[in-house]
């Protein structure tokens, strides 16, 4: 499975952006696929998931109600949508999927998000 994040630059506070996850490769119905994201001296920290087929979503507390995770599968694409993005929302955003192990084995490569005061 290969996996690439596209869609990050520079957005204004307040504003919108939508990260792309481009997927090739076998993911298994039943497992899920995520954003997660990670600033300088932190750790990657979870921001989603969703259920291949759509059913399922989680959020992480500092954005629920501001993102919006979704999946098209006739695109084998995952979808980030942040809206009211404040700075602190400037990080490295990564996409990841499941493997056989249930545990995120498949990771992007990351795409940057800078939001400016």
């Known amino acids: 499975v290969q996996l690439q994040a596209y869609g990050g630059g520079l957005v204004q506070a307040g504003g919108s952006l939508r990260l792309s996850c481009a997927a090739s490769?076998?993911?298994?119905?039943?497992?899920?696929m995520a954003w997660f994201r990670q600033t300088p001296g932190k750790e990657r920290e979870f921001v989603a998931h969703?259920?291949?087929?759509?059913?399922?979503?989680f959020y992480a507390e500092f954005v629920k109600g501001r993102f919006r995770i979704s999946i098209d599968n006739s695109k084998n694409t995952m979808y980030l949508q942040m809206n009211s993005v404040k700075p602190g929302d400037t990080a490295v955003y990564y996409c990841?999927?499941?493997?056989?192990?249930?545990?995120?084995?498949?990771w992007g490569k990351g795409t940057l998000v800078t939001v400016s005061s």
């Open positions: 990841a999927a499941m493997g056989g192990s249930r545990s995120y084995e498949y």
């Open positions: 490769g076998h993911i298994a119905s039943n497992h899920f």
């Open positions: 969703i259920s291949r087929n759509g059913g399922t979503v």
